[in-house]
């Protein structure tokens, strides 16, 4: 077993960015807190701890840790400092401040800690508090992709999909190839009752990924939104092409074929459902709906 306490707080550092980036979330936590207990006042390595514990779902405890690295990276300093302190910082570490003021921020560059404190919020389901977190972030990096992406996300999740559109619309003005960016705005405009312009989103996210399972069903369920049934089932044949074990596709297939007539097709659909989900009441209700018009059919 690796003696972790010999080694330099560089090799330590190393190992646990290795052990995060590789998703082993329990050992990283343990070699950050080695990290902190040397320096509590770390916050590269706080921030870094919030994260794997992010990956074990802990988020409260997450929270408390980003929370720590803002209280460090953004302390306030005097102004009375002498300036040999202050060397090396960048006007972008020193802000304005307001006339007579005495103190000043000390703001690294800690977007990326901003960033991670939106993410957790946002899990929590603490929409208002996320969306405010992602905006200091964008206020340092106006141009990150990922803090637009995950702003849109949450507005989505919030409901606010007119919002979430010109988040997704920044990230596409910067990074027009992004394909799950257009996947999710198109879900957002469908959820606007968008229809055509939610299409346009998921043919384009298709061509820059065909193998996008996401669009194809976002593209099937708006075509099902537009009475388009026959394209919607050609849609859902595509992501069941994906993925054939997505129940929800397989019932909304069976819905458009009910709805075209084609019952002994849906009856095949409904029944797949039924195998993947037996308790999936909606299909058990629509396939017996179809077996009694056949013996009524048969009568």
């Known amino acids: 077993m690796m003696d972790v306490e010999s080694l330099s707080s560089e090799d330590l550092r190393t190992i646990a960015n290795e052990r995060l980036d590789s998703h082993c979330f329990k050992e990283a936590i343990v070699l950050f807190r080695i990290l902190l207990e040397r320096k509590p006042d770390d916050a590269d390595a706080l921030n870094c701890y919030g994260v794997a514990l992010l990956g074990l779902g802990r988020y409260r405890e997450a929270l408390d840790a980003f929370d720590a690295a803002l209280a460090i990276t953004e302390k306030p300093i005097s102004l009375k400092t002498t300036p040999a302190s202050l060397s090396g910082l960048s006007m972008r570490d020193i802000p304005k401040t307001a006339a007579g003021s005495t103190t000043l921020a000390y703001v690294f ?20 508090e996320a969306i405010r977190s992602y905006d200091r972030a964008l206020a340092i990096d106006p141009d990150d992709t990922d803090i637009w992406r995950n702003r849109g996300d949450t507005l989505g999740a919030w409901g606010r999909n007119e919002d979430a559109v010109a988040s997704y619309d920044r990230v596409l003005s910067i990074d027009p190839e992004d394909s799950g960016v257009w996947t999710s705005r198109g879900l957002s405009l469908g959820a606007l009752g968008r229809h055509e312009e939610a299409i346009k989103s998921f043919e384009q996210a298709l061509v820059l990924d065909p193998l996008d399972l996401d669009a194809w069903i976002g593209h099937g369920l708006t075509l099902h939104d537009l009475e388009h049934y026959s394209d919607a089932v050609a849609s859902y044949d595509r992501a069941l092409a994906i993925d054939p074990d997505g129940a929800e596709v397989w019932y909304n297939r069976g819905r458009a074929l009910m709805t075209l007539g084609r019952l002994e097709e849906a009856a095949i659909s409904f029944s797949r459902v039924l195998a993947l989900d037996p308790g999936h009441a909606e299909a058990s209700r629509d396939l017996g709906q179809i077996y009694r018009m056949d013996y009524q059919g048969d009568a």
């Open 109 to 128: 560059d800690n977007a990326d800690i901003w960033f991670n404190r939106g993410i957790v919020l946002s899990k929590m389901g603490r929409y208002a």
